[in-house]
T-cell receptor, first 114, second 112 residues
Framework: NAGVTQTPKFQVLKTGQSMTLQCAQD?????MYWYRQDPGMGLRLIYY???????DKGEVPNGYNVSRLNKREFSLRLESAAPSQTSVYFC?????????????FGDGTRLSIL | RKEVEQDPGPFNVPEGATVAFNCTYS??????FFWYRQDCRKEPKLLMS???SGNEDGRFTAQLNRASQYISLLIRDSKLSDSATYLC?????????????FGKGTKLSVKP
């Protein structure tokens, strides 16, 4: 009963490097989300995908791209990492994009940009 | 005014105490409300949804006051294992679809 699975759990990058954070859910959810969490800032939405084939910007999309590969998988890409992107990244999913549905979270990716 | 505001705490209470957290939200059109729990260096986990009539789950009671745009969480008979950060979460229609707005959380520390 995996729920939402994120890889990798930890990553250290140098400024300018690129990488992709992977997220997969096995709950047959339609909607998926990427958040970042910084001390004192709370959770902030980066991008979301209301359904397979669609993606939309959230509150802090700059410097990121996403791909909804299929219903299960939603990846987040940093094309040219910057120290300001050091954060904990959470992927989440819920049954539908309606905001009356609680979201279920993966256990996070801790990313450090040097 | 921030969309979802919480007292950051920390709330330091002894085992067995009753503790209450409050949360205010700015969008009067908000439609759904939740409390999440987040342990240190872990992901947020749904604690309970909050319904208009108020609801209870064991030692936890949630209340919603739409007129005052206020949500509360009451924890009775606190346990050491209740130590965590509690996130108030509000769902808004009309904004980004599926967007839940998270408060920054209230930290609870239950001491022996």
């Amino acid at each position: 009963n995996a729920g939402v699975t994120q890889t990798p759990k930890f990553q250290v990058l140098k400024t300018g490097q690129s990488m992709t954070l992977q997220c997969a859910q096995d709950m047959n959810h339609n909607s998926m989300y990427w958040y970042r969490q910084d001390p004192g800032m709370g959770l902030r939405l980066i991008y979301y995908s209301a359904s397979e084939g669609t993606t939309d910007k959230g509150e802090v999309p700059n410097g990121y791209n996403v791909s909804r590969l299929n219903k299960r998988e939603f990846s987040l890409r940093l094309e040219s990492a910057a120290p300001s992107q050091t954060s904990v990244y959470f992927c989440a999913s819920n049954r539908s994009g309606g905001s009356n549905q609680p979201q279920h979270f993966g256990d996070g990716t801790r990313l450090s940009i040097l | 005014r921030k969309e979802v505001e919480q007292d950051p705490g920390p709330f330091n209470v002894p085992e067995g105490a009753t503790v209450a957290f409050n949360c205010t939200y700015s969008n009067s059109a908000s439609q759904s409300f939740f409390w999440y729990r987040q342990d240190c260096r872990k992901e947020p986990k749904l604690l309970m949804s909050v319904y208009s009539s108020g609801n209870e789950d064991g030692r936890f009671t949630a209340q919603l006051n739409r007129a005052s745009q206020y949500i509360s969480l009451l924890i009775r008979d606190s346990k050491l294992s209740d130590s965590a950060t509690y996130l108030c979460v509000v769902g808004n229609y009309g904004g980004s679809q599926g967007n839940l707005i998270f408060g920054k959380g209230t930290k609870l520390s239950v001491k022996p």
